[in-house]
């Protein structure tokens, strides 16, 4: 069966950093793009970052440009988010989601709470 | 990024046939035919329900249905069922943009 699962999330301060990672088991990890989407308390669900399965093809929404950067081991069924100069609207829980890869999500982690709060 | 357009909510009764619209432009709905639709219950990851505009993944029931006209895509559940009041939203390829999600439509079943 197919899983990905998230770790990393914890409580940091605004201006501070994160690292996300997820691991992928039961699919050949390397053929899939992967994405990161988040969701605010109470909010709807905000796309974050796509990276392609050779990172040759990398996508962000704005609002992370320049201060999250999407990345992937291969060879350890990895995905990461390195998050920095994190702000209170970052304040979300984050999923790991795999594309099929045709631009839709067939799989998702269970998400990883990230609170940004002083 | 402006996110796609969607109500906030739709509602109707068992048995019933609703209509979810999703706007876009010419940029991201428009210009693809990647457009996805997901159901989300409380407290849960988000369900593929149906990909490349019309087309339902192994396992989803055949009264989810989607379509496309223009900028605008829709997602049509027949036979409204209690099962089915969740969360809703489209997802689109939108080019060099990358991708962009609806806003979400809630859903209640009476």
């Known amino acids: 069966d197919v899983q990905l699962v998230e770790s990393g999330g914890d409580l940091v301060q605004p201006g501070g950093s994160l690292r996300l990672s997820c691991v992928g088991s039961?699919?050949?990890?390397?053929?899939?793009?992967m994405n990161w989407v988040r969701q605010a308390p109470g909010k709807g669900l905000e796309w974050i970052s796509y990276i392609n399965g050779a990172s040759k093809l990398i996508y962000y929404t704005d609002s992370v440009k320049g201060r999250f950067t999407v990345s992937r081991d291969n060879g350890k069924n990895s995905l990461y988010l390195q998050m920095n100069s994190l702000r209170p609207e970052d304040t979300a829980v984050y999923y790991c989601?795999?594309?099929?890869?045709?631009?839709?999500?067939?799989?998702w982690g269970q998400g990883t709470l990230v609170t940004v709060s002083s | 990024q402006s996110a796609l357009s969607q109500p906030a909510s739709v509602s109707g009764s068992p048995g019933q046939s609703i209509t979810i619209s999703c706007t876009g432009t010419s940029s991201d709905i428009g210009g693809y035919n990647f457009v996805s639709w997901y159901q989300q219950h409380p407290g849960q990851a988000p369900k593929l329900m149906i990909y490349?505009?019309?087309n339902r993944p192994s396992g989803v029931s055949t009264r989810f249905s989607g379509s496309k006209s223009g900028s605008t895509a829709s997602l049509t559940i027949s036979g409204l069922q209690t099962e089915d009041e969740a969360d809703y939203y489209c997802?689109?390829?939108?080019?060099?943009?990358?991708?962009?999600f609806g806003g979400g439509t809630k859903l209640t079943v009476l």
């Open positions: 997802f689109s390829y939108a080019g060099s943009r990358g991708l962009v």
């Open positions: 989601a795999r594309d099929r890869p045709d631009w839709a999500v067939d799989y």
């Open positions: 039961g699919f050949t990890f390397s053929n899939y793009p």
């Open positions: 490349d505009v019309n």
